[in-house]
């Protein structure tokens, strides 16, 4: 672009210490790569790294949480984009010229197949990319017999990656010594096993509810011109389970994504707490205090159940600024590892804690996600068909962790349940959903005795 110009690129040199030699600016590229490389450990290990694995597994969970997933790119490509130039002066100090020579497609292709064959994400797969990229073929010396080489080893290479994504031939390696175990003090009550859980006493389902939870107004949504909701409007007050149940395509999943800011309604608002938020993106709705369990769940599977279930108070605390994804207090953590203690325990999943979630069976999975959703500071919560893989023990354990969250905490929960047991025994009001059509609205007790709902949910038929 600019010509042939054959200025020379400077070296470092600081009062005596003169790099201009390839020895001496050997020592600047170490010293340099090593600082880089103790910074990205810093960082792995820091909430940035925690938010950054979360997001690489599941987005839409990480924004349930309160995180504003926008500032954690924005973080990540500025400090990728920082090493990039850092590595870029080097180089062009290194060659001395920059020429073309250097950036040919394929030496951009055996960058790409170093990155393949590598656990791409661990700070020492640096350096093996570079004795991959360098120090063998120096090894190896020129001539023809070179290229036969690399290409055997490149494909052995991947074959190996490939046994090793799902059989484990390529161990991880770990560079971070152990992690500490917090011994944390809480005011928050003593947790309760499955257990020890003690059924909560009785509730009047008759009583008023006297505090704003989730309110829908007018909401209708449509995909391509079909209807999936029309003209709906429930409430799900603090205080008391609220039930939305229908058969499959009712239109339950999609009420939920529009309250959580997943989908754009044709009409309708949404409030919470008395505010209208219509407008706020998924994030800042679960910063407001609105959390979500998931119909497929989405948990973060490269983490453990303990960083899963943190995440659920983590993720609102990093909030939508730069410096509280990068920085988190010390008094943060101990507040953090103490919500999940105190939630793991609630929901009896505390001697899963060091397993990584991707080994979790699905009504494990299904505990983990509750139990992320109590972490945080939520006070309405949308739970999708979360007795979904559970068998009817756990399904009445499940019952019974919810009814005595809504009497300890006075939150408020819309619940998406096929189990009619569970919504029976645990739910004050339900709303009836048929083909995006609101049926009814009222005690769990009338909907079972309801024609209309046994008709359309039940599928029994009216009698002639």
């Not at 905490?409 to 048929?434: F, P, Q, S």
Request: charge should be neutral; proline fraction near 5%; charged fraction near 15%.
């Amino acid at each position: 672009m600019f010509g042939t110009s054959q200025s020379v690129a400077p070296r470092p040199a600081v009062g005596p210490f003169d790099a201009s030699d390839d020895v001496s600016y050997s020592v600047v590229l170490l010293v340099i790569f090593a600082v880089a490389l103790v910074s990205v450990q810093a960082v792995r290990r820091a909430r940035l790294g925690r938010l950054l694995r979360a997001l690489g597994d599941s987005p839409i969970a990480l924004q349930a949480q309160g995180t504003s997933i926008n500032i954690t790119r924005v973080a990540v490509f500025c400090l990728s984009a920082l090493l990039a130039g850092v590595g870029g002066a080097l180089l062009v100090s290194q060659e001395r010229f920059l020429f073309a020579t250097p950036f040919s497609s394929t030496d951009s292709l055996t960058m790409v197949a170093i990155l393949l064959t590598l656990r791409v994400g661990e700070p020492v797969s640096s350096l093996l990319a570079a004795a991959a990229l360098v120090i063998v073929p120096s090894f190896l010396g020129g001539g023809s017999g070179q290229v036969w080489w690399l290409d055997i080893g490149f494909g052995a290479g991947a074959v190996l990656a490939a046994l090793g994504s799902s059989a484990g031939w390529l161990p991880r390696v770990r560079w971070a010594p152990p992690r500490r175990r917090l011994v944390t003090r809480s005011s928050a009550p003593p947790a309760q096993t499955h257990a020890q859980a003690r059924g909560p006493a009785p509730r009047t389902r008759s009583e008023p509810a006297t505090r704003a939870g989730l309110e829908v107004r007018d909401l209708s949504v449509r995909y391509r011109g079909v209807v999936a909701v029309e003209h709906l409007d429930l409430t799900a007050p603090l205080g008391q389970i609220t039930g939305l149940i229908g058969p499959n395509g009712a239109g339950k999943t999609t009420t939920f994504d529009f309250c959580s800011g997943l989908v754009a309604p044709v009409t309708g608002h949404l409030l919470l707490h008395g505010r209208d938020v219509t407008s706020l993106s998924p994030a800042a709705r679960a910063r407001q205090g609105l959390g979500r369990t998931f119909q497929r769940v989405q948990l973060f599977d490269s983490l453990t159940v303990r960083q899963n279930v943190e995440l659920g108070r983590e993720g609102g605390l990093a909030g939508s600024h730069l410096l509280t994804h990068v920085v988190a207090p010390p008094a943060q953590l101990r507040e953090v590892r103490a919500a999940a203690t105190h939630a793991m325990d609630l929901v009896g999943i505390a001697p899963l804690a060091e397993r990584e979630a991707r080994t979790l069976s699905t009504s494990e999975k299904r505990l983990v996600e509750l139990a992320r959703c109590l972490a945080g500071t939520f006070d309405v919560l949308l739970l999708d068909e979360p007795s979904s893989g559970l068998d009817m023990a756990e399904t009445r354990r499940f019952g019974e962790v919810l009814t005595r969250v809504v009497d300890e905490r006075g939150i408020g929960i819309l619940l998406v349940e096929h189990n009619m047991a569970l919504v029976m025994d645990v739910c004050t009001v339900v709303y009836v959903l048929d083909f995006g059509h609101l049926i009814f609205a009222g005690p769990p007790e009338e909907a079972a005795a309801s024609d209309t709902v046994r008709a359309a949910y039940l599928g029994f038929a009216h009698a002639v």
